[in-house]
């Protein structure tokens, strides 16, 4: 009796578990896809509100745009398209081009 069940139900199972993979994989594709646009380079223009404390080899401070509050990390191989790190102040107008994580941007390019 229990051979005839295993035989029976155990192919059924497995089929119908199977499908629940199926139904799995497409999803993790689309998972992956959206991570990867998120780790993209975009640019965000404002204005400088504080400058944060050095840590180590990375400078950063924090910049307004809109009614947003984003934390600009950099170090020396940010690459600054006009100005340079001498321009980073209170106040002044910038263009931070890099990748967001949170309220955390990790500058690429800077225009200030």
């Keep these: 009796m229990k051979r005839m ?11 119908i578990g199977s ?5 799995t994989l497409p ?17 965000w223009h404002g204005k400088i509100s504080k400058i944060n404390a050095k840590m180590g080899a990375t400078s950063s401070f924090s910049f307004r745009t809109g009614s947003k509050t984003y ?10 398209t006009m100005g340079t790190a001498k321009n980073i102040r ?12 949170g309220m955390t ?4 390019k800077f225009d200030v």
Excluded at 71 to 80: E, G, I, L, Q, S
Aim: aromatic share 6%.
């Design 90 to 101: 209170v106040g002044a107008l910038v263009t931070v081009t890099g990748t967001l994580k």
């Design 71 to 80: 934390v600009v990390h950099w170090d020396a191989m940010t690459h600054f």
């Design 19 to 23: 499908l629940g993979l199926g139904v």
């Design 27 to 43: 999803s993790g594709t689309a998972g992956a896809a959206e991570h990867a646009h998120t780790t993209m380079d975009h640019s």
């Design 105 to 108: 941007i990790t500058g690429t």
């Design 5 to 15: 069940f295993v035989a029976l139900i155990f192919p059924a199972a497995l089929a």
